[in-house]
């Protein structure tokens, strides 16, 4: 008896007709809105497991009893990462390939093509064998998979998929919901719409310049109410700071990249890998600088409200000068206590405004430090009559940036450091040093 005869004399796939299906398909809609590979999605720790399984049957040729989860979750495993182009397996791929083109189970043929998506990779073996597979037995489809192959007839074509769906994804207004309504019920799904993902960003790249498609885009990596998408996502990035490498945005399309970006993958600068280690160095760079300008406005903005000095100006016009020359690589703030509660009150300490805190105490508990990088040299300004110092960034000693804890005495306390009060022409004497 064939896996197909068995499936078809089981009686849970043989019960009659319900008079009306229309509650019951709005009711699966819901459920596989949010949960949609609730039933063909093992646990790694038990994949292996339900392989050797079904390969078992398959070696005794018995299949009484055998229900069609067994089959799809074990067909899941199968074609994953570790085991698709495992030569053991061989067999058992080979065998998936035939009961596909003969079985005329629609829940079965359904669990392949999800499999064929979520396993999805152009240049594998597996994914054109699943697909030619599957092309053969479109008419035995159920009706949700015959409307998506009707939406995107390049479904089974491994070779321009992917780009197919990016084109549909171009005109969608809301990415998630447009690819729903598609019949792609989980658009963040490995697979095919990782392979799409970056089909799509390739395609708008040239246009991520306006606020229309930066905004589409990253409603797309972020969709409200769902978890950012990961894969991808440093590809996502370049192509949203590549127009900028050598020009800059305008002041509020700068604030919103820079805060969308920041608020859902987090602060390059103090978290490190990950995504951001996909962002090419010049580009990732981008982002960086508009982070120091920002943290040293905000350092500016901050200590001249809570500390009534008129060398706040001069230092503001020198710091930010220096920024918009190119020659800050990268900035950091640690605030004294009464600076860290004025800049908590400006909403500060997340985003694209975290910043450390200056721990020393007595005379010096209300002392702020902004701490940069500029080519060779670390740089730390303070406030409260406190002196520029200078160090080479090859001193062990010298203060590293991104820290969250910083006693200024400390730094004072270094031995090689320059240092140099604001009295005279402190500037020409900076520029000198650095």
């Known amino acids: 008896m064939t896996l197909s005869e068995a499936l078809s004399q089981n009686r849970q796939f043989n019960r009659p007709a319900l008079p009306s299906l229309s509650p019951l398909m709005s009711r699966a809609e819901r459920i596989m809105a949010r949960w949609p590979d609730i039933v063909a999605n093992p646990p790694e720790k038990d994949r292996e497991k339900l392989v050797a399984m079904v390969r078992d049957r398959l070696d005794r040729d018995e299949w009484k009893d055998t229900k069609l989860s067994l089959i799809t979750s074990a067909g899941k495993a199968l074609f994953d990462e570790e085991r698709r182009e ?40 597996h994914t054109h064998k699943l697909a030619s597979a599957l092309s053969e037995v479109t008419d035995r489809l159920g009706a949700r998979w015959r409307m998506l192959l009707e939406a995107i007839p390049e479904m089974l074509s491994p070779t321009v998929v992917a780009d197919a769906v990016a084109r549909k994804m171009i005109s969608m207004d809301d990415l998630w919901t447009g690819l729903q309504k598609l019949g792609i019920h989980s658009p963040h799904a490995p697979g095919l719409m990782n392979a799409a993902h970056l089909a799509y960003v390739t395609q708008i790249e040239p246009h991520l310049d306006t606020r229309i498609e930066m905004k589409r885009l990253i409603e797309w990596m972020k969709p409200d109410g769902r978890e950012a998408k990961s894969t991808g996502a440093g590809e996502a990035i370049s192509a949203l700071l590549g127009h900028w490498v050598s020009r800059t945005p305008s002041a509020e399309d700068l604030r919103y990249l820079t805060e969308s970006i920041i608020g859902i ?19 990732l760079a981008v982002i960086l600088r508009w982070l120091t300008g920002e943290n040293i406005r905000f350092f500016l903005d901050v200590v001249s409200a809570v500390e009534d000095s008129h060398m706040w100006e001069p230092r503001r016009k020198f710091w930010l000068g220096l920024h918009s020359r190119g020659r800050v690589d990268t900035a950091w703030v640690a605030f004294g206590a009464s600076a860290e509660r004025e800049a908590k009150r400006r909403g500060g300490g997340k985003g694209t405004l975290r910043f450390g805190r200056q721990t020393a105490g007595g005379s010096r508990a209300n002392t702020s430090l902004l701490v940069l990088k500029i080519g060779r040299k670390i740089v730390v300004e303070g406030s409260h009559s406190y002196r520029v110092h200078i160090f080479d960034e090859t001193d062990r000693r010298a203060p590293t940036l991104y820290q969250w804890h910083y006693d200024c005495e400390q730094i004072r306390l270094i031995s090689g450091s320059k240092a140099k009060s604001h009295i005279g022409d402190w500037q020409s004497w900076v520029m000198e040093q650095i």
């Open 86 to 125: 495992r030569p053991d397996l061989s067999g058992l791929r080979e065998f998936y390939y035939r009961e596909t083109r003969a079985s005329t189970r629609a829940g079965f043929l359904g669990g392949m093509l999800s499999i064929y998506m979520g396993s999805f990779d152009a240049a594998a073996d």
């Open 265 to 283: 993958y987090g602060d390059p600068r103090v978290q490190r890998g990950g995504i951001w280690s996909a962002v090419p160095s010049h580009r």
